[in-house]
């Protein structure tokens, strides 16, 4: 079509020089004039894409197809075109305040990495598609969020915090379907922010303090029984000394108190007895 266009304003050009010249009929003052029409008619059917842009092609109304092609494209100028990029695009969602499964109020921020798959759908379906996205993504967080709890100290059920690739996993699923109608689909996702929310902050961090502290303890005193059972153990095997009950008792007394204390100990000399 670029090739008539130029043929068509070659013609016309040269027609003007010959009736400027008086080489042609006065008649032929209608060629340049249907030639400059003719121009005009290819010329608004001309339009450009780029790489990853696609046009969605209409006629008086109806989706007539979607042009994928990258360059310099020609319709008819009675179909109207409407361009939409299919690159991916990278957002990231508001931070919000959800319950999550226990109740506890929490906040949670996502990033997403979707595009456009199919053009139609996305311009005819929906009324603003990119708007669609940031809602559905809110959407698809309060119910991951909603979903689990936010931790479990005994590991003994998937959590928010411990188990990332998992609930990723579930919120790019739930976007997918929630972005179906709009032809849209989700290449990545995930969470950019996950907390507390602040009014209960506080609080967790210090149950959080007194759940570690209780831990570290029980495994402490588990390791301080195991050393004594062994010591015990060793020196009942080896014959080094007999202890009757009350001697174990009192031993047993002693290491417990040196392998559990948070201080380093000073050693105390019996100048008497045992029983003193």
């Known amino acids: 079509m670029l090739g008539i266009a130029a043929v068509l304003v070659a013609v016309g050009v040269a027609t003007i020089w010959r009736l400027a010249n008086d080489l042609a009929p006065p008649i032929m003052a ?5 030639c400059a029409l003719g121009t005009v008619f290819i010329a608004a059917g001309f339009y450009m894409l780029q790489p ?8 008086f109304g109806s989706y007539a197809g979607t042009d994928r092609v990258a360059g310099l494209r020609w319709v008819l100028p009675w179909l109207m075109r409407r361009k939409i990029s299919v690159r991916a695009n990278n957002v990231i969602s508001d931070r919000i305040k959800v319950n999550d499964l226990r109740g506890n109020p929490i906040e949670m921020a996502a990033q ?22 940031m809602v559905q993504v809110e959407a698809a967080v309060r119910t991951i969020g909603s979903r689990y709890p936010y931790d479990d100290y005994e ?3 998937v959590t928010l915090r411990g188990n990332h690739d998992q609930v990723g996993a579930e919120l790019r699923t739930e976007l997918i379907a929630r972005l179906l109608v709009a032809g849209i689909t989700v ?3 995930g969470f950019t922010h996950l907390a507390y929310a602040q009014e209960i902050a506080g609080a967790m961090l ?14 402490l005193v588990e390791g301080a029984v195991g050393m004594v059972e062994l010591a015990l153990a ?17 031993m047993v007394s002693n290491l417990m108190v040196v392998l559990c204390g948070e201080r380093d100990t000073q050693p105390v000399v019996n100048a008497g007895s045992l029983y003193q």
């Open 52 to 59: 990853n842009q696609a046009a969605a092609v209409t006629l």
């Open 234 to 250: 060793q020196l009942s095997a080896k014959n080094v000394v007999e202890l009757d009950d009350e001697r174990r008792a009192a």
């Open 30 to 34: 209608l060629v340049p004039l249907a």
């Open 187 to 189: 290449d990545e996702c």
């Open 206 to 219: 210090r149950r959080q303090q007194a759940q570690a502290v209780v831990a570290a303890r029980t495994t």
């Open 112 to 133: 997403v990495v979707w595009r456009v798959t199919d053009t139609a759908q996305a311009l005819f379906d929906v009324d603003d598609y990119k708007a669609f996205v």
């Open 155 to 157: 590991h003994q059920e």
